[in-house]
């Protein structure tokens, strides 16, 4: 545990101005990891208000040598923003200006403790859509959903927040700004350094500021909840319903029916919108044209059926039915609390290579784990399945403490057949960091280490996450 | 100018078997720039036929320090694919298998000596799209559309190169191999390092192979041909076409009057599709839907004309007249060949600012060159504008000669103004590496140096390009 001076202290106080330095009492919110995994130790919480205080903050750490840990909404999956080791932890959450609204442009520029929802309403406000959509939009910001190139169910059609990025604004580890905020759609004037700060997960900067790209609303809205046989016939659908609408499918999430089942129990007021069957899909359209899609997804789900690739299927007539289809999808993660130890995976392969991955990895969980239930969902139109699997049926809390680590290797193992890869989209942090080290190329690894040694040349910005 | 010693030669050729140097007698094609403006000269030409040779001469190259330059198509805009000092020479065109084509999985795998165009085929032959494509897609190769990350006319439906990457295959400086080929839409393990590869302009390594992004293939398409008053029409007009159409436009392409004439008494056969106006715009639709373009495009353009946002309007009737559009726009560079010594810019601001730009920039040409004549064209939906100044009617050809770098000065102040770009797409290479040491900020060149120390340590790859 590493502890800066008291001159240190007083010195980053004195820079800051008021409320930059956070009272003790108020440490509380920063120390857990909402899921209790992790517990975070500071020496320090500092709030900049601004990039020129944020700069001033990381100048005076880095003159000293004191690690630095960011913090946003504290809402990762992965332990990347906790402060275990007694780092400077910098919450950005007063930065929280959306600095610009471009509409005719298309683009947006919000500081780093903007929250996801916030950002959304600015666009929103100005007549235009910032499409990244999480569960966690309410609280988690701006600054760590690039840090963590935070995925989500709208990345079929417009990307990860990766492809949202336009520029950033990041004080580097010595203290320096580097003014990336472009707001560019083509700048082919060398490396695009913004990339490494993107899914950085702050080891190489502190994200300031982010110009982020719009898009128009969509004027019509349409969603679907599906039955079918298999996840070979929910791919051919996904493929049966790219084609037909000309890249309009939103979100394409398929769901098994254990999940379903479970969560139609759990979750009071949520009801079965179609015939049950072993998979499930949520469909969502949307078009810039008013009423364009009832009839085209109408054609596409008969066309389906005609060809035997589902089984019943119900149309959202109204904002009330669509709710409840994405109650359902949003409420697995609440009604598997409460269902004791679990292995928990959010994997990705190649789309088509989805049906594969679930039937060896299922075969390899009742080898290990017999009786043990899988619940697997997710983004299938990503190749992005939260594979997550529960105690038997009746027994203790505790059932599958014992095979948990054997169940994440053979999961893992049957990811690495199919090349894909071990997080998705939650990222490395805390969580993965020894899981990759062991699975990735040495000389990826390698090449990891050696862009980190350039950039942080002392590491101290988030030192122990990711490598 | 660097030279290899007799062994080294013999020891590539060994390494490389039959037909991996080439005879003195077949250098032609690899030592001429297709301008004219520079020339190379290599002390050898090797063509590997696999990843394994390439990584044979790179390792070989690398024991050595002697320095390598990779080529592609050499279509290259920016030098960046010249040997001009010395450098082993490495052209990728005996590698051109398309590894693999996933159409349910919406994916392919094509070496780095692939043309574009057989990209394209592939895809085609697939029932899938791959969307890129550019004025050279016939000579062009892969893995230098990747290192040079293209744009061209379907970025704004599509993005450019960058967007359509999921994995890359690269021999790194010291000859080892990464194996980056995943074919995955999400993968959050750590720093994305085909980044920095990408647009990297193969100074950090050889890309040998890519997996692409492929799309379904558009079921319908309309294109118009537009009269506007102004630019800032233009991009009212772009914001209605995108709101209508849900991102259905897939081009966007802005004209003044004077280029515009300019072609069509240059190149036979072509004929004006609209009434003449002071700007034009060629806007391309395309949908997944059959006959689902037309009406929305006409009723889109009835909604236009009646705000005043259009002045005329032709939408092509059939694909002879949609060719006759897009022959118009694609022989714009040819149309100004002939017209003397030029002052040449490829240069992207935000979309919005466009207009001031463009104002700006003529007034500073006004000031420098006064009768000289600006044609100004390009993406306008990227703020990618080509901004080309010919010299007065009736000059003589090298009229403009004493003031080419003062009107380049003039028109890049201007774009650094409203904080664009000065190389949209074409890179850096040799053609913009001391504008772009000039012209970015110290700490940004420093990033760049820095990445580059990292991975290519003897600097060795591409030396002089782009740093």
Redesign the interface.
């Known amino acids: 545990m590493q502890n800066i001076s008291p001159e240190a202290a007083s010195e980053i106080a004195a820079a800051l101005g008021p409320g930059g330095v956070l009272a003790r009492d108020d440490w509380g919110p920063f120390l857990e990891e909402w899921r209790g995994r992790w517990r975070g130790a500071p020496s320090l919480i500092a709030a900049p208000a601004s990039t020129g205080e944020a700069a001033r903050l990381v100048r005076l750490c880095a003159a000293r040598g004191v690690a630095m840990t960011p913090i946003g909404g504290n809402t990762g999956l992965a332990g990347g923003q906790m402060a275990t080791n007694g780092e400077v932890l910098i919450s950005m959450h007063r930065m929280n200006r959306v600095r610009l609204v471009?509409?005719?442009?298309?683009?947006m520029i919000a500081e780093a403790g903007v929250t996801l929802a916030a950002a959304r309403d600015a666009a929103e406000a100005a007549g235009r859509l910032f499409p990244l959509s999480i569960g966690s939009e309410g609280s988690c910001q701006i600054g760590g959903v690039v840090s963590?190139?935070a995925?989500g169910v709208n990345?079929?059609r417009y990307?990860?927040c990766?492809?949202l990025v336009l520029g950033l604004e990041v004080v580097?580890p010595s203290g320096?700004?580097?003014?990336?905020?472009?707001?560019?759609?083509?700048?082919?004037?060398?490396?695009?350094?913004k990339?490494?700060f993107?899914?950085?997960e702050g080891t190489?900067g502190l994200v300031a500021a982010a110009a982020l790209k719009l898009?128009?609303?969509?004027?019509d809205k349409a969603a679907a909840f599906v039955s079918v046989a298999s996840p070979a016939a929910a791919?051919?659908l996904l493929?049966r319903a790219?084609?037909?609408?000309?890249?309009?499918v939103t979100s394409f999430e398929l769901m098994s029916d254990a999940i379903v089942s479970l969560t139609l129990a759990k979750i009071a007021g949520t009801r079965r919108p179609v015939a049950q069957s072993p998979w499930h899909v949520l469909i969502e359209f949307?078009?810039?044209?008013e009423d364009a899609l009832r009839p085209?997804v109408e054609r596409l789900l008969a066309d389906a059926a005609e060809a035997g690739e589902i089984i019943d299927a119900a149309i959202a007539q109204n904002e009330a039915q669509s709710a409840n289809f994405w109650r359902i999808r949003h409420s697995m993660a609440e009604a598997m609390r409460g269902e004791g130890r679990q292995a928990k995976h959010d994997v990705?392969?190649?789309?088509?290579?989805a049906p594969a991955f679930l039937d060896a990895a299922d075969a390899a969980v009742a080898r290990i784990a017999p009786g043990a239930r899988v619940m697997a969902f997710g983004?299938l139109?990503?190749?992005?399945i939260h594979y997550d699997i529960l105690k038997p049926e009746g027994a203790k809390d505790d059932a599958l403490a014992p095979v948990l680590s054997a169940i994440e290797t053979a999961v893992h193992d049957e990811i690495a057949r199919f090349?894909?890869?071990?997080?998705?989209?939650?990222?490395?942090g805390l969580a993965?960091r020894d899981e990759?080290a062991r699975r990735?190329?040495p000389?990826?690894i390698d090449?990891?280490r050696?862009?980190k040694?350039?950039?942080d040349p002392q590491g101290i910005m988030n030192p122990g996450k990711?490598?």
Chains 1, 2 share one sequence.
Do not use: C
Request: no cysteine; net charge neutral; hydrophobic share 40%.
């Open positions: 471009d509409a005719a442009g298309m683009t963590t190139n995925g990345v079929l990307g990860n990766r492809d580097l320096e700004v580097w003014n990336g905020l472009k707001r560019l759609r083509k700048d082919n004037t060398g490396y695009d350094l990339q490494l993107i899914g950085g190489l898009f128009p609303r969509p004027r791919v051919r493929a790219q084609a037909a609408s000309g890249g309009g949307s078009s810039g044209e085209l990705s392969v190649p789309v088509a290579d983004h139109g990503d190749g992005n090349d894909g890869s071990i997080s998705a989209e939650h990222g490395v993965r990759i990735k190329a000389i990826e090449m990891m050696r862009i040694a350039a950039l990711m490598l």
